[in-house]
């Protein structure tokens, strides 16, 4: 219906769109057979290829490697693990970056008539590295869950998957938030992850526990 930015404290970017008649799919899964899983998953996954594309909008943000670098919401970990992520960080490429959502989290996919999917609130959406939408995908929407990983995924079980998302949780703007999450759900002290391999490790925990999931 209309769009803008609304300034306080941070700088807001809003979509006002119809209203939604659905349910919200942190209720909605909870009712999900395998098969259902799996359909939800794969129709997700037609959605976001269409979705994470190049386009040239000066309204929509750009992450650049800088702005990770200097992001300060992951201060409050350990100071061997921030070291160790800005130089990670140098490493990555940020070449190819495509439109993404940037919040694909449960609450904020609402299931419709006729099990149609209908994402919403786009404040986070940036240009960024097409990997900047998986963290919240495995942890925020899916919770690991094995028949979804798989049906959106494929073969992702294995050591380079483990490290794409340890890259991309590293990137995201709010990664130290949804990292503090992890810690909570699964009963992690913040101060065991010192380095990268640490995290890595948590991640290939959670993925092969195949129930992990965060607000």
């Known amino acids: ?11 807001f970017q809003y979509i006002i769109m119809d209203y939604i008649k659905g349910q919200s799919f942190l209720e909605k899964r909870k009712t999900y057979a395998r098969d259902q899983k799996r359909h939800f998953a794969a129709a997700l996954k037609t959605m976001t290829d269409r979705m994470n594309i ?18 300060s919401r992951w201060n409050c970990f350990q100071q061997s693990f921030c070291e160790d992520r800005i130089s990670l960080i140098k490493t990555m490429s940020f070449a190819d970056p495509v439109y993404v959502h940037g919040d694909l989290k449960a609450a904020n996919v609402i ?33 690991c869950d094995q028949e979804m990983m798989d049906a959106y995924f494929g073969d992702y079980n294995n050591g380079a998957f483990y490290m794409r ?45 195949g129930n992990t999931l965060i607000d």
Do not use: W
């Open 111 to 143: 299931i419709g008539e006729n099990d149609h999917i209908h994402l919403i609130d786009f404040a986070d959406s940036h240009i960024a590295p097409v990997g900047y939408e998986r963290p919240f995908i495995v942890f925020g929407l899916f919770g």
């Open 165 to 209: 998302l340890t890259c991309d949780l590293l990137m995201h703007k709010f990664g130290a938030f949804i990292l503090m999450q992890i810690c909570e759900v699964t009963g992690t002290p913040m101060d065991e992850i010192i380095n990268v391999k640490s995290l890595y490790q948590l991640i290939e925990k959670c993925i092969q526990g």
């Open 54 to 71: 190049p386009i040239a909008d000066a309204s929509i943000p750009v992450l650049t490697r800088n702005d990770c670098i200097e992001n």
């Open 1 to 11: 219906l209309c769009s803008g930015t609304i300034e306080d404290h941070y700088l």
